[in-house]
């Protein structure tokens, strides 16, 4: 991913109101994803920690159950993590998602919408993912940030959000 567009906006987070510069990340369907070919469709990218652990997975579920709502509202969901595109296949065969994983894992994205952010695991600080959900709209500008969310509940958060927009 060297060069990059979205390595402009490594030093500078994208902001609510703010057109999110194109990017292109390796997806679970084994083609490469890139953000301006779902210009006219909302897009909600939520980041998560890690594959198959349980908020993750409850997180998963719940955007699944809600699959054909956000396909009725316009809108294209993408889970994205540092995980890699074998690890999301496996996740996603396993509990069947009918949406496709983003593979972050040079953190690229997770630094463009600054979600790296310094955990204590077991008394030692590492730097993970927080869990925070993006949407744009249609013209690709950034019209939502959600952050330090609770997985249960918040697909359908988010459904409503896109649907009031």
Known sequence: MAGSPVTAFLK???????????????SSSGKPVTLSEFKGQ????????????PGCTLEGKE????????????TKVFGISRDTVASHCKFISKFSYQFE????????????????????MYGKSVMGIERS?????????????????????????????????
């Open 63 to 74: 955007f699944n159950k809600h699959h054909k709502d956000f396909q009725e509202a316009n």
């Open 12 to 26: 500078s987070p994208i902001e609510v109101g703010e057109v999110v510069p194109d990017f292109t990340l390796q």
């Open 101 to 120: 994983l983003l593979s972050d894992s040079e953190e690229l994205l997770c630094h463009m919408f600054d979600v790296m952010k310094e955990k204590n």
């Open 42 to 53: 909302k897009v909600i990218l939520y980041f998560y920690p890690k594959d198959d652990t």
């Open 133 to 165: 959900t993006f949407v744009i709209n249609e013209h690709q500008q950034l019209v939502g940030e959600f952050r330090k969310i609770k997985p249960e509940g918040h697909a359908e958060q988010m459904l409503q959000f896109v649907r009031s927009r």
